[in-house]
């Protein structure tokens, strides 16, 4: 029998003796129930030094092991995460990556909130000044980089929840798409921003010898100031020179080379083009909806000083050692016409470019021509000249930078030349370009001409008048 039992039938007993004793009248059956008791006792005190500690100590062990190993698996399946040694944290984006090395993703994100003030003149007597302003979401990125299957093979995805911006009367010169220009005219539309346009999109295998092949959706190789990401710009946004001269985004292959002093790389693609000089591209655009029949640029930089990573932004930290980056870069495309009798045509360009960092103190500058010669029949073959200087210093190190730029354009047309300075200074909250609040002015020191127009940065058509442009931005890196 076992102690379970023998305890029921001990604990019953007692409860019927003692019922008994209450209702018992009599002395002696009293005396036989306090005997019977005193018997039960005694076997159960028998039983408890035979057998009942050992059975519940090992009763217990038993159920304590069994509770300490599902603790155990259950802390397995929580850190199985940990024990494959994968790893996580923040390195200039937060990342996740497999404990060798071969798989590794970045993720980071870029918000510009800006306001712009905007001052012109809407008739030519100047009677009807004007002012603009307004806040606006400049920009809003989120970017997916890092490698696959090994280091060499690497990877960036990028978007931008995009913004809508216009002018709101007058008339004005803008970009045809083939190199000229035509009038237009622009109202008070209302424009609604905020989807998600897909900028980057590429891959990349490295070589050891230093080569590289890139192919899918980025910027050609051209001018410096666009190469330079957004984010790492010096004034609240890229000049004017840029917005009409940049290379926009296209889609490609290229091949490339870098070692300790020089690097360079050469493009095929669809052609370069923003909706500017060039005429419009298509981010993430089919094959047979482009607007150029072929296009190459190349483009080659000499690190005379420094390194590489300190060309990454115009700025330049208190303590950083001297760097100097010469460059140049051209592109040669033919626009796609749709008829044999117009392709003839071909667009060129060329820029040379000079960077320093001094340590606390910066400077920048870049020369541009452009040659748009689409054929007789068009009668526009003209040479386009532009320069851009620009450079900064720290008054408070490593905290408060004041900034100058300069930009000149010559159209070789009857639209008058781009001649604006601005001034201006950044905060910075740390010492990167993770927080930091910009301000800046820029006024046009003669006439305004509507063909350099760009609202995106905040110069607006207007009747080739006076202009000033105020901008404020704070910008977040995560």
Do not use: C
Not at 209 to 228: A, D, H, S, T
């Amino acid at each position: 029998m076992s102690l379970t039992h023998r305890v029921g039938l001990l604990a019953g007993a007692a409860t019927l003796a003692l019922t008994g004793v209450g209702l018992a009248e009599s002395r002696d059956a009293g005396s036989e129930a306090l005997a019977e008791i005193a018997k039960l006792r005694t076997e159960l005190a028998e039983l408890k030094s035979k057998q009942g500690d050992s059975w519940l100590t090992e009763q217990r062990a038993s159920e304590i092991r069994a509770l300490v190993q599902d603790v155990l698996a259950d802390a397995d399946t929580r850190a199985s995460l940990q024990s494959s040694g994968m790893t996580a944290g923040y390195d200039r984006g937060f990342f996740l990556a497999s404990p060798d090395g071969n798989f590794r993703l970045r993720v980071e994100g870029q918000i510009q909130f800006r306001y712009i003030l905007n001052y012109r003149d809407l008739s030519s007597d100047g009677i009807n000044d004007r002012w603009t302003s307004g806040f606006e979401n400049s920009r809003t990125k989120l970017t997916f980089s890092g490698n696959i299957v090994d280091p060499s093979w690497t990877y960036r995805v990028q978007g931008n929840f995009s913004r809508a911006s216009t002018d709101f009367s007058g008339t004005g010169e803008v970009p045809d798409g083939m190199g000229g220009t035509e009038t237009v005219t622009f109202n008070g539309s209302n424009n609604n921003g905020g989807s998600f346009t897909l900028e980057d999109a590429w891959l990349q295998k490295d070589f050891d010898n230093g080569m590289y092949v890139r192919f899918g959706q980025y910027k050609p190789p051209f001018l410096r100031e666009e190469l330079v990401n957004s984010k790492r710009q010096l004034l609240v946004d890229r000049s004017l020179v840029n917005q009409r001269y940049n290379q926009g985004y296209s889609q490609g292959v290229s091949l490339g080379f870098e070692s300790d002093m020089f690097r360079g790389e050469a493009m095929f693609s669809d052609g370069i083009g923003d909706n500017n000089a060039w005429g419009p591209s298509y981010a993430n655009s089919g094959w047979n909806t482009r607007s150029t029949e072929w296009a190459v640029t190349a483009r080659a930089e000499f690190l005379v000083a420094g390194n590489w990573r300190q060309f990454d932004e115009f700025t330049s930290f208190n303590g950083e050692s001297f760097g100097l980056l010469i460059g140049g870069a051209m592109n040669w495309q033919r626009p796609e016409f749709g008829t044999a009798d117009n392709d003839e045509g071909q667009a060129l360009s060329a820029t040379v470019d000079a960077s320093a960092k001094f340590g606390g103190a910066n400077l920048y500058g870049a020369f541009v021509w452009f040659n748009p010669d689409i054929g007789d029949d068009f009668n526009n073959d003209r040479n386009e000249l532009a320069i851009v200087v620009q450079g900064g210093f720290f008054i408070v190190p490593d905290t408060f930078e004041i900034f100058a730029r300069y930009e000149w354009a010559d159209p070789d047309t009857d639209e008058k030349d781009l001649n604006v300075l601005t001034v201006g200074a950044n905060w910075y909250l740390t010492k990167s370009q993770s927080a930091k609040f910009t301000v800046d002015v820029g006024f046009s020191l003669e006439d305004f001409d509507s063909f350099y127009a760009s609202p995106s940065v905040g110069w607006l058509q207007g009747f080739n008048e006076t202009q000033i442009v105020a901008r404020a931005q704070f910008q977040l890196l995560f």
